[in-house]
């Protein structure tokens, strides 16, 4: 056998149990600098007679202590140049997009209205679009620190043709209110822009298939990418199902932090949830989740909202 070849089964045998051991212990990114990304795409030599072969020590690669980004003051803040940044290799199972540098203001709207011109005219799911009146493609600010992301329109999107303007996103208004926050501050999407179709029922909604979120979910990842939050928010289980997969399910993940296309996101309730279930205790999970999406955004936090839904 080729003692290089050899050698370099060795060293891949090595990197992928170190990523393993790594992901073992909760690392979700290994950051990596461009230089030596480039030394890696160069094509391997071969080996000379009567040189040694044997591979050299590889050198450290610096690795996060965690999958959660520093924190920063609650202000937008400017990337550095590209060349400058780290880049970060997803483990096995997650993919990272790769970050352009971001849009000035004016591309950027005029990069978000050809978005939004281009979903209100799609038509990749026939039966929706045959069966809609509007479609949901998002609402708030394009250059939010905070996302929130649903599952799909209902009966009163479909009529507005905005997310989340009926009584579950009227208690939505009120969870955003309740933070410091106006609904103009942040940006609220849904996975499928049109209103899942429920033939032969004159009311009522029903969950999205898999296939129609797959299908969908582009127009998502393009308003993540250009809005580029610093945190999002994924309301209810069928949200959480479409943007990580199958899951263990919301009421194990709630609470827990994710990443999502880099960002840090953070799985909560459905308000309508709380609007099926009345408890405190209910609203408290879900007031604690904003909690920690309050403190990783830097904002303040005053007594009377630490002790909000606490018993007396």
């Not at 980004?69 to 400017?78: D, E, F, G, L, N």
């Not at 209205?113 to 045959?130: D, F, G, I, N």
């Not at 996101?265 to 604690?288: C, I």
């Not at 904002?299 to 018993?311: C, D, G, T, V």
Request: aromatic share 4%.
């Amino acid at each position: 056998m080729d003692p290089m070849a050899d050698a370099y089964e060795q060293l891949l045998d090595a990197t992928i149990q170190h990523l393993d051991d790594l992901k073992s212990r909760g690392v979700r990114h290994v950051a990596v600098a461009p230089e030596t990304l480039h030394a890696l795409a160069q094509p391997t030599p071969r080996p000379v007679e009567g040189r040694d072969t044997r591979p050299a020590r590889p050198a450290e690669v610096p690795t996060s202590p965690s999958d959660e980004p520093a924190a920063r003051p609650y202000q937008k803040t400017i990337s550095a140049p590209a060349a400058e940044q780290t880049t970060l290799l997803a483990l096995p199972d997650e993919t990272v997009p790769s970050q352009s540098p971001p849009l000035e203001p004016q591309a950027k709207a005029a990069a978000f209205a050809a978005l939004r011109a281009r979903a209100l005219a799609c038509v990749k799911c026939p039966h929706l679009a045959s069966s809609r009146k509007n479609v949901a493609f998002g609402v708030g600010s394009i250059d939010a620190q905070l996302m929130f992301v649903g599952e799909a329109p209902g009966a009163d999107e479909d009529e507005q043709g905005e997310p989340f303007v009926g009584k579950a996103g009227q208690l939505l208004t009120k969870i955003i209110q309740a933070t410091g926050l106006k609904r103009a501050d942040v940006y609220i999407a849904n996975i499928l822009k049109c209103r899942p179709d429920t033939p032969g029922q004159t009311a009522g909604n029903r969950k999205p298939t898999a296939a129609e979120m797959a299908t969908c979910i582009l127009y998502l990842h393009e308003q993540i990418d250009l809005i580029r939050p610093r945190v999002i928010v994924a309301l209810g289980a069928t949200a959480v199902e479409g943007l990580l997969g199958k899951t263990l399910g919301i009421t194990k993940l709630r609470g827990t932090w994710k990443t999502y296309r880099g960002t840090p996101l953070m799985p909560t309730y459905h308000p309508a949830y709380l609007l099926r279930n009345h408890a405190m205790s209910e609203k408290r999970k879900v007031w604690e989740d904003m909690l920690a999406v309050m403190e990783k955004l830097d904002m303040p936090i005053s007594e009377k909202q630490q002790r909000f839904f606490l018993k007396v």
